[in-house]
């Protein structure tokens, strides 16, 4: 399964929304140029690059939402991959890197302003399987621009 990389955010100063750019690297310990303001619940090796998925966020605006790519903290914005297939254990690669995805993501708070009703839950895997952020690993460190393939693995 392939897809396309529509969207790299980093927020230099840590917080949300994260703001895109053309191209970054991908590290063991996170994406380069972007900061995170609570390291127990963002970042480090397990958690080193947050994805969401463009077509859940075209989804989302179509209910009133106002998210856009980044609002909601994600690195890497991703075009044409089955969503609800991808689950902790999957690898994909993007550009030169290769990531292993390691758990859902919690919504919270901090995110509310992309969503109608400030209810970040929307987009909670316990209450809407397939809707939620995914974090990874980087087990290949390397390079990644707007418009590179991503693809399932395994």
């Known amino acids: 399964m392939a897809g396309k990389l529509v969207s790299i955010n980093v927020a230099a100063e840590g917080g949300v929304p994260k703001r895109p750019i053309g191209s970054t690297r991908l590290l063991i310990g996170g994406v380069e140029g972007d900061k995170q303001r609570n390291l127990k619940v963002h970042g480090g090796p397990e958690r080193a690059v947050c994805l969401?998925?463009?077509?859940?966020?075209?989804?989302?605006?179509?209910?009133?939402?106002?998210?856009?790519?980044?609002?909601?903290?994600?690195?890497?914005?991703?075009?044409?991959?089955?969503?609800?297939?991808?689950?902790?254990?999957?690898?994909?690669?993007?550009?030169?890197?290769?990531?292993?995805?390691?758990?859902?993501?919690?919504?919270?708070?901090?995110?509310?302003?992309?969503?109608?009703?400030?209810k970040s839950k929307r987009i909670g895997h316990d209450f809407h399987p397939g809707w939620s952020r995914l974090y990874a690993k980087v087990l290949v460190e390397g390079e990644v621009k707007v418009g590179d393939d991503v693809t399932l693995i395994s």
């Open 52 to 118: 969401y998925s463009l077509e859940r966020i075209l989804k989302l605006q179509a209910e009133g939402h106002p998210i856009q790519p980044g609002d909601v903290g994600e690195n890497l914005t991703v075009d044409g991959l089955d969503w609800e297939s991808i689950t902790p254990g999957a690898q994909l690669t993007v550009g030169s890197t290769t990531l292993q995805i390691t758990t859902h993501t919690i919504p919270c708070n901090n995110i509310a302003f992309a969503f109608k009703d400030g």
